[in-house]
């Protein structure tokens, strides 16, 4: 009896575990089919705005040689220091000046035939900085390039803040996507039902200054021209509707 017992309590509880099996594979077929049942419809758009640019980053370095590793460091630093000086002096603030490379290398002539002679070293040091008032840019390039600078980078423009910009931009993607899923719902024979997902890409990406170059000293009445023109701050998003007859 027992035995009995045993065996009929083992196949009941395989017929409620194959029972169960069953209905946790059909509950997710149901949902499945559920969905793919809905038409939906997944498109993409974007917005864009442009802003005047309210700052700049520059990057101004200074590049010496000298026979010995610590004459060329000493010499750098003389006319590195002149330099920052004069950004100060001209309104730029410490905290928009900011060191982005330093660097010692020895510099050598080459010979076929011959091994590489050392002829000296090259010390090189770059501040990266930023100009809050555009009025003042070209002022700050000419004052640091007096001041001994002899390599500058490309002007990047800038947002201090982009967020009024980013937000314009969102509904102006916002009015092209809804504009462009009312087209596709109107020629298929659809209206919308609903927004189903939502999601956005891009923004706005500070530019980078472009890679440095050399300049030569320049007289004190020249003046450097600056032009910021616009920005343009773009986002991207897209979206999945249900549409119903």
């Known amino acids: 009896m027992k035995t009995l017992f045993r065996a009929a309590a083992l196949g009941a509880l395989i017929v409620a575990g194959a029972s169960g099996a069953a209905m946790a594979q059909t509950a997710p077929a ?32 200074v590049q010496v040689e000298a026979p010995t590793a610590s004459e060329a460091m000493r010499q750098n630093a003389v006319r590195m220091n002149q330099v920052i000086a004069a950004l100060k002096r001209g309104g730029v603030a410490d905290r928009d000046i900011q060191t982005s490379g330093l660097n010692l290398n020895p510099q050598y002539v080459y010979q076929e035939n011959l091994p590489p002679r050392l002829t000296g070293y090259q010390a090189s040091n770059q501040v990266t900085i930023r100009v809050r008032d555009l009025t003042k840019l070209g002022q700050a390039v000419d004052a640091s390039v007096n001041a001994g600078a002899n390599n500058v980078g490309g002007v990047a423009f800038g947002l201090q803040n982009s967020d009024a910009a980013e937000d314009a931009a969102r509904l102006d993607a916002v009015k092209a996507l809804q504009a462009k899923a009312d087209l596709y719902a109107r020629a298929t024979g659809y209206r919308i039902a609903r927004l189903v997902t939502l999601s956005e890409g891009g923004g706005y990406n500070p530019p980078s200054p472009m890679p440095m170059v050399s300049m030569a000293r320049m007289d004190k009445a020249e ?16 979206a999945t509707y249900e549409l119903v007859k």
């Open 223 to 238: 003046s450097t021209p600056t032009e910021a023109g616009e920005l343009t701050v773009r986002i991207d998003i897209s």
């Open 30 to 61: 149901t949902a499945a089919e559920a969905l793919f049942r809905a038409t939906t419809l997944n498109l993409s758009a974007s917005g864009e705005t442009r802003q005047r640019p309210d700052m700049a980053t520059i990057t101004l370095g």
